[in-house]
Each structure stands twice: as C-alpha cells, then as structure tokens.
C-alpha cells in the first residue's frame, strides 16, 4: 500500500519549509502539542514512536520533556526529514528517524519496539484503506498494554469549526479529509483491536477542531503489562 504516493506537508513539496510557520499561526500548536504530550505520560527509558513525525516538531518537545525517553521519528519526505534533522541538531537533542510510509512501520522497525506510539496531524491526509494500515501498524508496533496518541482533525461539530475546515481540504484534498471531519477516528481504532478508545481532548481553531484520542493495546488474558 506504501507505494501510493504521500501527501506533502502543507500540501505541496514547495511549502514544505512554511510548514512550521503555518501549523503555528492556523493551529494553536502549543495547547494541542501539549495536551498529546501530557496524555503519552512519558517515562525515562520508554520507547516512542511518532508516525508522520514530519518537521519533528512533536518529537523535539517529547524529547524536552522527557530527555531519557527514546524517540523515533517515522516519516515518508526526505525533504521534510531533513528540516527534522537540521532542527534536532539546533536544538542539540538525539532523534532517531527513519525514513518510510507508517503502513511500513513495523517493517522499518520491529513489532512491540514501542511502549508508546504517537501521530499528529497525519491521519487527515491519507485515504480510508491508508489510515486503516497506519492504525493495524501503530497496533503492531505497541508491547501489550502499550499506549496510543493520535491529534488530528476530528470531528467538526459545529458550523464554526466546519467552515474553518475548509482550509485544510483546500490544501489536503476532500476525499481524504472529509472522514476525518465526520468522526471516522474512533472506530477505526477500534476496529485495529484497541481498546478504551477516548476523545480526552478537543481544541478549537482557525482552521477546524482538533481531537487528542487515547486507546491502549490489550494485554492478552494471563499475561501482565510489563
């Protein structure tokens, strides 16, 4: 499925190095970071995967919080990643990134490598079929009883944050986007076997509300969490 082609941050490989500014001005970005920040409740010595890390600005604050937490970012735009890398290098904190689609992210890493698995801001771009194979490998890449974190575009529940909407189906496309907008997340990650699926978080903005979800990956019976 990963040979499909990618969306591009910002929705065209020109605008990847505006990407930053925009989800600044469009997104109140520091309350919704945060909050998936504080929902991931990272530990020293965790392993974190972000899926579609993009420009690593998600993974640089994980790592500034916690520093012994390990990070890896996961993304299919070499441009992008190397916006990540020049950014990680400032800040002078150790990333690892890999390069490749989140359908691929078992396959890139190894299955169970995570204790928790993060996205942000990724989910809305892709088809239903994608999302469904990002979620089955966010599964795949968790230990038992390890934790998932999605922000994304969620349901736009009111005229307002529909209307807002329309600018990221400017840039990304309806087709992709509009599932988002009419609350597919939850059973999709359901359906991938989470379990506990919660909208803990929902954060207006210019340009549509953003969801913060949480679910866990069973434990299977007799066997504790670590």
């Known amino acids: 499925m990963s040979v499909q082609a990618f969306t591009p941050a910002a929705g065209d490989p020109k605008c990847s190095k505006y990407y930053d500014t925009v989800i600044a001005l469009l997104t109140r970005e520091g309350r919704w970071r945060w909050a998936t920040i504080a929902q991931l409740e990272l530990r020293p010595g965790a392993t974190v995967v972000d899926i579609g890390c993009g420009t690593a600005s998600l993974a640089m604050r994980m790592k500034q919080h916690q520093p012994l937490t390990r990070v890896i970012g996961v993304d299919p735009d070499p441009q992008v990643l190397d916006i990540a890398a020049a ?34 801001l990724v989910l809305h771009q892709c088809p239903v079929p994608m999302k469904e194979a990002i979620i089955a490998n966010m599964f795949a890449l968790l230990r038992p009883g390890g934790e998932l974190v999605i922000a994304d575009f969620g349901l736009q529940r009111d005229a307002l944050m529909r209307l807002g909407f329309r600018i990221v189906q400017f840039a990304d496309g309806k087709r992709d986007t509009q599932p988002n907008a009419d609350g597919i997340l939850p059973g999709l990650i359901a359906k991938a076997g989470f379990v506990g699926v919660a909208k803990v978080s929902v954060i207006r903005t210019v340009s549509g509300s953003i969801s913060v979800y949480r679910a866990t990956r069973p434990v299977p019976a007799n066997r504790p969490s670590r």
């Open 87 to 120: 950014k990680t290098r400032r800040a002078g904190v150790q990333i690892e990134f890999v390069q490749g689609m989140g359908d691929r992210a078992v396959e890139l890493t190894r299955p169970g490598i995570a204790d928790k698995v993060v996205s942000s």
